[in-house]
């Protein structure tokens, strides 16, 4: 079922009434407060709720002092909020009762949905039918409903809000699992961090964690929104949440797990092979501008530290530690993520000198040593200092485990920062492994970044720095793209006549694939499809000798691992002799191939092999692939996906990210890559992707040789892979 968009206005609305509801109905409260089916009527009178409150059970006249309706149908108003809290078989007649009352919102608590199997699903998609047919939002079911902590709203029944109270902050929580969001709150409140919303999303009924961000997103009281994200069933509203992300510079953090390969589709090509469910969803976060946190600890401390740190302008960090030690390892981790470490210009070693002991470091990083315990003063005067300094973008703070003058500390770090005028543009984070209770407070109270680990740091600047143009790559359409598409798909559909099909795909041999991406701009050698030796020569002859002969058959696909395959042959009696051979091969190897001929092209020599491939996703749509190509593709894994079509912005991040990238500009004496034809060809490439849409199934180019600058770069080998029904 489609999920409600956060972007409706009637929805919008409906959100503002789930969040901040004047009156809430508790369908199937318990007379006893204490049960989990009484928690939720226990919680909203211990945070004195303002609005009205309706018990709703056939059982009871009165519950607690307040009128108790047999059914919500009875209550005299539209409530705002409806929480079920009833056994799955009654579920369907109380959301229908809702709609009937011209219920709001609903947020369902009960389980036993399409986390059990077939009969619950029918029971959840009957559900879906019904929230989406009325308009009406439903949050769950199974699910622990939220907590509007800015506002003391607290619609749940977690034991968290046993808890004398939970820590207000400026981020909002959205989690698909209650025991996961339950667990960050513990955790949090042991760091001292706060939330202004706590959400969970269960079994997304209607309502996506995309949806209900774009909602927080565009509320004063939060700064920024961190997500526990296990599936999402709206990759549209994912982006729309990264583009709200975006226009209010307030960041989304995703922590998406999942990561493993045992779900993996098996793929007939290499693309298919090594871009997984998790390369979809890493390409698509990082298409909506969405940061990625690797755990729960990295979780928090992103969206911390990007919720109340401005954007760095640059990699250039300042490291500034109370131990030469602490100073290493922080520096260490830089380099790792890609942060410099510059020595400091010679005015501020020069003013450092005058604050710190002599037995210090100015350099960078800068060494305050342990005088610092004897005299905390010189913290605010050498952080002053740092800040004024052109050459840095951000400061790191490390304090280690000092405990002592925590006070004194933490109030010259906020009296430095609210009086710097560049520390409005430069992120400091502190690192304060034995911070005592007072300076925690202090930092927390002024939103001023705390960790208590010098890594963790590091590992949450680097986010902030990779995040700090993190925005909807925009795609420039051409005027003709249409026509194009158009022109590329009729071509598409006479080609796929060549081709041969298996389990609901065409695959195309290698020539014909070579037709499809050469009339969308991609170079291919010099040569053509021979039938008989003689032609082979004439082609060959044509070329240009050496050339490379191939056999051409949409049923031989991986063509060195069934001998097919030839290369560097010099002359015409080698080319007589290969043919027979690569012929003898193909029909040995696969007697029922359907061989169309021998593919005779101009061999392409000192060239760096990479590959560049598509695959439709049926979640995300196309994908664009680029990484070292050749025979060890699959060993090397060194590739870089991303939602299709690309710009050449997006195209050259996608390249300078490989970890071998450093071969295109010459390395150890190689010449260096025509890397700007290398991009032409992965926008092309992700074109035809955005052009021909689901049809296409997959594409490799491999290898995709990379001349010397300027030279180019050529389509050593094709294969595409289409959608039967689609196509024929």
């Known amino acids: 079922m ?60 009165e519950i607690n002092g307040l009128t108790c309706y047999p059914s919500i149908v009875q209550i005299p108003e539209p409530v705002d909020v409806a929480l079920l809290i009833v056994p799955v078989g009654l579920i369907e007649g109380a959301v229908k009762d809702c709609i009937r009352a011209n219920t709001k919102t609903a947020i369902i608590f009960s389980s036993g949905f399409a986390e059990l199997g077939a009969d619950g699903k029918a029971v959840q998609n009957r559900i879906a039918r019904l929230s989406e047919e009325s308009g009406m939002p439903i949050l769950g079911p199974n699910c622990l409903g939220l907590i509007n902590i800015s506002e003391s709203v607290p619609l749940s029944f977690s034991s968290a809000l046993d808890e004398d109270k939970i ?69 549209a509203a994912m982006m729309a949440a990264g583009r709200i992300s975006r226009d209010t510079g307030k960041p989304l953090v995703c922590l998406k797990v999942g990561r493993s390969t045992s779900g993996r589709r098996a793929a007939l090509s290499h693309t298919g092979a090594l871009s997984g469910s998790d390369a979809e969803y890493d390409a698509a976060l990082k298409k909506a501008g969405i940061i990625r946190a690797g755990h729960i600890e990295e979780l928090l401390d992103l969206g911390m530290v990007l919720s109340c740190s401005p954007k760095p302008t640059g990699n250039r960090v300042a490291i500034m530690s109370i131990s030469g030690g602490g100073g ?33 470091s100015a350099k960078n990083p800068v060494d305050l040593t342990a005088e610092l315990v004897a005299s905390p003063g010189m913290l605010g005067k050498s952080l002053d200092i740092v800040l004024n300094d052109k050459d840095i973008d951000s400061v790191i703070l490390f304090l280690g485990g000092n405990r002592k003058n925590g006070e004194k500390l933490s109030h010259d770090i906020v009296r430095i920062l609210d009086s710097n005028g560049n520390a409005a543009k430069k992120p400091v984070i502190v690192s304060w492994m ?39 790559s925009e795609y420039d359409r051409r005027d003709s793209e249409a026509e194009d598409a158009e022109s590329v798909k009729a071509t598409l559909y006479k080609l796929a006549d060549y081709g041969s099909g298996g389990d609901g795909t065409i695959s195309l041999s290698e ?169 032409d060809v992965i926008v092309k490439v992700s074109e035809i992707g955005a052009n021909l849409g689901p049809d296409l199934v997959e594409l490799d180019i491999n290898p995709m040789f990379v001349l010397s600058k300027g030279e180019g770069v050529v389509a050593g080998d094709a294969l595409i892979i289409l959608k039967k029904e689609d196509v024929c």
């Open 511 to 679: 020539s014909v694939s070579k037709k499809l991406i050469a009339k969308c701009g991609v170079p291919i050698p010099d040569g053509g499809l021979a039938e008989t030796v003689d032609q082979a020569v004439q082609i060959a002859n044509q070329a240009g000798f050496s050339v490379v002969a191939k056999v051409d058959s949409a049923d031989i696909l991986h063509k060195s691992d069934a001998g097919v395959v030839q290369v560097g042959i010099k002359d015409e009696k080698a080319l007589r002799n290969a043919f027979d051979q690569l012929m003898n091969n193909a029909k040995e190897h696969c007697p029922q191939a359907n061989i169309r001929g021998l593919l005779v092209e101009r061999m392409v020599e000192d060239a760096l092999e990479m590959i560049v491939g598509l695959k439709w996703s049926d979640k995300f749509g196309p994908m664009v692939m680029v990484g070292m190509g050749g025979v060890f593709v699959e060993l090397l894994k060194d590739v870089s996906l991303r939602m299709a079509p690309v710009n050449r912005e997006e195209a050259r991040e996608m390249v300078t990210t490989l970890k071998t990238s450093r071969l295109l500009s010459g390395f150890r004496g190689e010449p260096e890559r025509d890397v700007d034809a290398l991009l």
């Open 328 to 360: 290493i390892l922080c520096a260490d981790r830089c380099e790792d993520l890609g942060l410099e470490v510059p020595v400091l210009c010679q005015e501020t070693q020069e003013e450092l000198q005058k604050v710190i002991p002599r037995f210090g």
């Open 167 to 235: 820590l207000p902050g400026p981020t909002a929580l959205v989690s698909q699992s209650g025991a996961i969001a339950a667990y960050i709150l513990g955790t949090a409140r042991e760091s001292g961090i706060g939330f202004s919303h706590w959400v969970t999303t269960g079994n997304e009924v209607s309502l996506d964690s995309f949806v209900v961000a774009q909602h927080l997103l565009a509320q004063n009281s939060v700064k920024g929104v961190m997500l526990y994200l296990e599936e999402t069933r709206d990759s």
């Open 434 to 472: 034995a911070a005592p209770d007072e300076a925690v407070n202090i930092l927390r109270e002024k939103e001023i970044p705390l960790l208590f680990d010098g890594v963790r740091a590091v590992n949450a600047l680097g986010k902030l720095y990779e995040g700090r143009d993190a925005a909807h």
């Open 2 to 61: 489609r999920s409600l968009s956060g972007n409706e206005p009637q929805v919008s609305k409906r959100l503002e009434a789930l969040f901040n509801p004047g009156s809430v109905a508790i369908i199937g409260c318990s007379g006893d407060l204490n049960r989990l089916s009484g928690r939720p009527l226990k919680f909203l009178l211990k945070n004195n709720f303002q609005g009205a409150i309706y018990p709703v059970n056939p059982k009871y006249g």
